[in-house]
Structure formats: structure tokens, C-alpha cells
């Protein structure tokens, strides 16, 4: 007998048509692997953890029993699909996660054929789940498709929508709930499982059919009782009946890290001519490793750690980080005003507010994931003399647009928008930069739009729009540490539509909106060391813009140069239509946009992505140097040697 250990299964599983070679005894141990696999690749390279690791036995047991890609596998949000990442063909390429040219952090479409649809954003699997299952039943096809959705994605009304219209594909949808906060269910154990499998099998189903078509031969009234009695019956042993209503027959709640429960409900659900089902899976975030079980936050995301200890790399010293020093002066603004309060949409954390929720608990409300709600609720508060403040990411903020335009710039109300992660954003890539807010705020009458260059910016700024009472008015900050500058003591009200010169010269001109301001500056030294005396001037306001200061600037000076962290259409685009309107442009400006490329640009180091889009000092300063035709050591463009 041979002494050397056994192959690991997940060698020999290196993609779903293995997995489902295995024998159903092995798939215990193919998790546990599966498990450790994960853990050891997001030590290495930070990410999401605790969702992947709720979902490990789940993952196996969707890909074992579901004839996947044939079958739509669609993960909610994909920030659990690491697993799932492993078990479909990347597994040699997971410790790229996050990481400039390696893989997605998120389900995406480009990278594999196992990933039907790319995510990031929550409860959009339901909807797209439907689109793919009715696309099969218009063509024919047998196929499935299965969305995977948190209890926490429930929150969104986006999934109620699509479950409202999921009636049509019949069996060929169906929604696994993964239930990971034991909010909707109690604790499920043997009886549940029981339960489960009883009432997802062929043999209660087939029984369930005949019991319909019998009653039908009967008065429409003994019917409908004999219905509502079954469906009654059955929400009564295990929950569901929101479901029911909604048109999805229910079946749950079951452990979602016992296999033995899971397969044979899954199997039984694949086979069903019932449909749409909806699967209640109930499972434990962060789910066998005790550093995340343990934690607060079940490691929900993490930097690179120690597997061992579970310790985390320790975030390097610096100045505070913007979403914490916005947090620390709402809270002094609330201390002077009472009618101060601050909304977010499922981010207290995120958007710096959880110190402002310890200090006003009756004045801050976390809304879950519903933007839409949020910004309109915020609108409710501002009409009735609150002076709400909406924190809300910039890529998240896309989702509530048109509450934005119709419930509150059409109708002016002061409602104050904290927007965090503008710009790009690193690692989460281009799902998460917040890329678009300046160009589709900024095209909205009634608003104003500032942006903060620096720290000591933000505070004056959100200081500003708490005492700006004339309608809507945005801040928008990025993700990350400041740049070093002291907080000012006292902040300070910026006059609307005004910004500063910080920098003053007399040929080369840059406008800056954000904190590209520091760039800026280093590209203007390395103007001025080339003979080209340059002013820099912060804008402060995307809207309204400083017209008089713009003006001054592009009249007495050689060239111009507007700069910021978003797409085409924001500043850049306004300071054109300016300058066109002003007659400028025919007296032979020269004026030159900077701004994100058209694209959108995958995940890398921050720095990296701002000098890929041109966007760092070398960039302004090649701009300025092509718009005077000269090249980078001065040299007139086509001039003899």
C-alpha cells in the first residue's frame, strides 16, 4: 500500500463537469477544501470573504446538482462567488483577485462562460434570472436559470418587481434566498430539512397536481378553499407565504451547510414541473474560519491576513479617511442644528455615519438597499423642514436618478447629497467607480455641485451645504485617505459658485475640480522648471461655475487645461459650452478637456488607473505641452535641429 496522501478532490475538480463525477459521500470533503482554498487566496489578496465562505456547501451543491453553464447560475451582487470562481475553471487564478490584470472581484461576463451575467450592484439577479428563463421558454430550450440572492438584497424593491412578473417562466426559474442573518426565518434544524424534502418531491407534487385537477372538476368555491387550505397548511409548517403571493411556490427553510439537505431538495427542485420555487437556504456569513465567525462584520471585506491568527494587515499610517472626516463634521453640524439628519442605503460604515448614528440615533436612518427610497425620503424630510443629508456611494447614487431629477431638483428641495467613491476606486473596478455623478448632476437645473480638492475642502463644503437652504446641493469626495492638509478648527461657508486661485501665472492656465488639485500643482512645477509660468485655480463648483474667474483665466492666458475624475460631459463639457457661448472660442482659445476615457476601466491600483486614464501630472503636463506644440523638453513641434 502506498504511503503517499491522497490527490485533494479539488485537484481533481478543477470544473463542474469533475464535480459531478464525484460520488455524493465526497462532496463534504470537496467543501472543506473548497473552504480552505478560499481562505488561503483572499489572505493573500484582501477582498470579500465572509459571503463567499456562508455560501461554500451551496456552491457546490448548485454546480453537483444543476447542469451549469447550460443552466444560468446568477449570484446577487457577486461578492460570494470566489467559490464558485474556484470550482468553474479559475482556480489557477485566484490569487489575481482584485489584483491590475487579474480576476474580477464580482461575477463577470468576459471571464468565463460559468458567469451569465456580471454583477456588483444588488438585487438585479431575480430580474436577469427571468430574462435568461423566458428567453428559454420563447426559444424552446430546456435550460434553467438560478438566481442567488442575500436577505439583504430583499431589501431592494427591484426584486419584489421582478418576483411580481416571474409567474410566466414556470419551472425554468428558480431563486435560491440565502439567508445569512436569521432575519427572516428562526434556527432550521431536522424537522425543517424534513419538511423540505417532503414538499419539493416529485410524490407530493404529482399529489399536489391531482388534488388541484380534481378540485377544479368541483364548484370554483370548494377549489379555492381546498388551495388556500394547502397553501395555508404549508406556510403555517415552514414560512413562505410572502412568496407564495408573489406567485413563487415556496420550499424552506433548510441548512444551508448540510449537503445531505441540500442535495436531494436541489435535485428535487431541478426536476419539478412546478415553478417558479423559491429555495430558503439559511446560512452562517463567514461559516468555518473563527476569525470570521467571531468577528463583527464576519469579515466581510478584508485586507491580506494572516490565515493562522486571523490577524489583518494593518492599513498604512496616514491622514484620515475622507468618508470619516465627512462623518466627524456631520456630527458637529447636528450638535449646532437639530433639524440635521443623515440617510444611507445599507452603507453606515462605508459612508463614515456610524459614529453619527451612536451620537443621534433618532436622526440617522440606514433605509437598506433601496436608493430610490432613500433619496425620496430624504425629499419627504426637506419639505417638511429637515435638512436631511442623503450619504450615498456615487455608483450607487446612479440607481435612484431619476428621484434625484423628479422628487427633488424639480422641485428644488435643499436636500443635501454626500457622495463618496467619486472617481475611481481601485480593486472594486469599474462597477464601483463613481465616474458618472458630476456629468448627470451637473445637467439638472437647481442644483449645485461642489467637489472636494482635499480634506480640509470637505469639511468647509459639508459645512456649506448644511446652511444651504435654496435648493439641492451635492458634495463629492473620494474613497481613501486625504492628502495630508490640517482641518480647519472653524469652517468655513463657501460663497456658491466660487472658486480660488491657488497658484497664480501667467501663461499656462489649469482648472482643476477635485483632488486632482495635487497632481496640479506637481505638473505646474515641472511646467514652471520648462519656462512655462502656469496658474492653477480649484474650481470648488462643477455648478454653478465660477464664470468670472473662468473668463479672467482663458482670456490672459496662452492655453488652458480643465482636469477632474469623471466622465465627458462634466466640467470640462460646461466650461466648453462657456466659452462658446462667451465668444471665446472664435478669438482662438486654447482650451483642452481632461477627463476618464470612454471606457470602462478594470480594477488596478488606484494610481495606476488615474495614469492609465492621463489623469497624473505627466499627463497635464504632455496635454498643455501638445495644445503649445512642443514636446517634452520644450522644442516648438517641427522645428529644424
Known amino acids: 500500500m502506498s504511503d503517499l496522501p491522497a490527490t485533494p478532490l479539488l485537484d481533481k475538480t478543477p470544473d463542474p463537469l469533475a464535480l459531478r463525477k464525484l460520488a455524493p459521500g465526497e462532496l463534504r470533503q470537496l467543501a472543506d477544501e473548497l473552504r480552505a482554498e478560499t481562505i488561503s487566496a483572499v489572505s493573500v489578496t484582501g477582498g470579500h470573504l465572509g459571503a463567499g465562505l456562508g455560501v461554500v456547501e451551496l456552491t457546490v451543491a448548485l454546480h453537483y446538482v444543476f447542469d451549469t453553464p447550460n443552466d444560468r447560475l446568477i449570484w446577487d451582487v457577486g461578492h460570494q462567488a470566489y467559490p464558485h470562481k474556484i470550482l468553474t475553471g479559475r482556480r489557477s487564478r485566484i490569487r489575481t483577485l482584485r489584483q491590475g490584470g487579474g480576476l474580477s472581484g464580482f461575477t463577470k461576463r468576459s471571464e468565463s462562460e460559468y458567469d451569465p451575467f456580471g454583477a456588483a450592484h444588488s438585487s438585479t439577479s431575480i430580474s436577469a ?69 417532503l414538499i419539493s418531491s416529485s ?43 408573489l406567485g413563487f411556490y415556496y420550499v ?144 450607487f447614487l446612479q440607481r435612484a436618478y431619476d428621484q434625484v431629477v423628479h422628487d427633488v431638483a424639480l422641485q428644488n428641495l435643499p436636500v443635501r447629497f ?61 474613497r481613501g485617505n486625504g492628502v495630508g492638509v490640517a482641518l480647519p478648527e472653524t469652517p468655513e461657508r463657501l460663497e456658491i459658485g466660487k472658486g480660488r486661485i491657488v497658484r497664480q501665472g501667467k501663461t499656462v492656465a489649469i482648472l482643476s475640480l477635485g483632488t486632482r488639485l495635487e497632481e496640479a500643482l506637481k505638473a505646474a512645477d515641472r511646467l514652471e522648471a520648462q519656462g512655462l509660468s502656469t496658474t492653477v485655480a480649484d474650481l470648488r463648483f462643477a455648478k454653478p461655475l465660477d464664470e468670472e474667474l473662468i473668463r479672467r483665466v482663458l482670456t490672459s492666458h496662452e492655453v488652458a487645461v480643465t482636469v477632474e475624475e469623471g466622465a465627458v460631459g462634466g466640467l470640462g463639457a460646461h466650461v466648453l459650452t462657456l466659452a462658446s457661448d462667451s465668444g471665446l472660442i472664435d478669438a482662438g482659445l486654447k482650451l483642452r478637456t481632461m477627463r476618464l476615457p470612454d471606457i470602462y476601466q478594470d480594477h488596478d491600483k488606484p494610481e495606476l488607473q488615474y495614469r492609465e486614464a492621463g489623469l497624473d501630472a505627466d499627463g497635464i503636463v504632455d496635454t498643455v505641452l501638445k495644445a503649445l506644440r512642443r514636446n517634452s523638453v520644450g522644442v516648438v513641434e517641427g522645428a529644424r535641429a
Open 129 to 197: 434570472a427571468l430574462g435568461f428563463a423566458i428567453a428559454n421558454k420563447i426559444a424552446g430550450k430546456p435550460g434553467k436559470a438560478i438566481a442567488v440572492i442575500g436577505d439583504g438584497a430583499m431589501s431592494a424593491g427591484m426584486a419584489y418587481e421582478a418576483m411580481n412578473n416571474a409567474r410566466d417562466a414556470g419551472n425554468r426559474l428558480v431563486v435560491i434566498l440565502n439567508d445569512n442573518d436569521m432575519s427572516i426565518a428562526p434556527p432550521v434544524g431536522g424537522l425543517s430539512a424534513y419538511l423540505a424534502r
Open 203 to 245: 410524490e407530493y407534487l404529482g399529489l399536489r397536481s391531482l388534488a388541484k385537477r380534481v378540485t377544479r372538476k368541483l364548484s370554483r368555491r370548494v377549489h379555492d378553499a381546498a388551495e388556500k387550505a394547502e397553501e395555508f397548511a404549508r406556510g403555517m409548517a415552514t414560512g413562505g407565504t410572502l412568496f407564495e403571493e
Open 252 to 395: 424552506g427553510p433548510i441548512d444551508g451547510h448540510n449537503l445531505d439537505h441540500l442535495i436531494p431538495v436541489l435535485e428535487n427542485v431541478r426536476d419539478s414541473e412546478q415553478g417558479p420555487i423559491l429555495v430558503h437556504v439559511v446560512t452562517k456569513k463567514g461559516k468555518g474560519y473563527a476569525p470570521a465567525e467571531a468577528s463583527a462584520d464576519k469579515y466581510h471585506g478584508v485586507q491580506k491576513f494572516d490565515v493562522i491568527s486571523g490577524k489583518q494587515a494593518a492599513a498604512p499610517a496616514g491622514p484620515p479617511q475622507y468618508q470619516n472626516v465627512f462623518g466627524a463634521q456631520l456630527i458637529k453640524e447636528a450638535e449646532r442644528d437639530p433639524t440635521i439628519c443623515a440617510i444611507t442605503a445599507a452603507m453606515p460604515s462605508g459612508t463614515g455615519l456610524s459614529k453619527f448614528a451612536e451620537a443621534f440615533p433618532e436622526r440617522f436612518f440606514d433605509v437598506g438597499i433601496a436608493e430610490q427610497h432613500a433619496v425620496t425620503f430624504a425629499a419627504g424630510l426637506a419639505a417638511q423642514g429637515m435638512r436631511p443629508f442623503a450619504a450615498i456611494y456615487s455608483t
Open 418 to 478: 454626500a457622495i463618496d467613491r467619486a472617481g475611481l476606486v481601485g480593486a472594486d473596478g469599474a462597477t464601483h467607480a463613481g465616474s458618472f455623478d458630476v456629468t448627470y448632476l451637473a445637467t439638472l437645473p437647481n442644483m449645485v455641485v461642489m467637489a472636494a480638492a482635499d480634506e480640509a475642502e470637505l469639511v468647509h463644503m459639508t459645512h456649506t451645504a448644511a446652511l444651504h437652504d435654496s435648493g439641492p446641493i451635492a458634495v463629492r469626495y473620494p
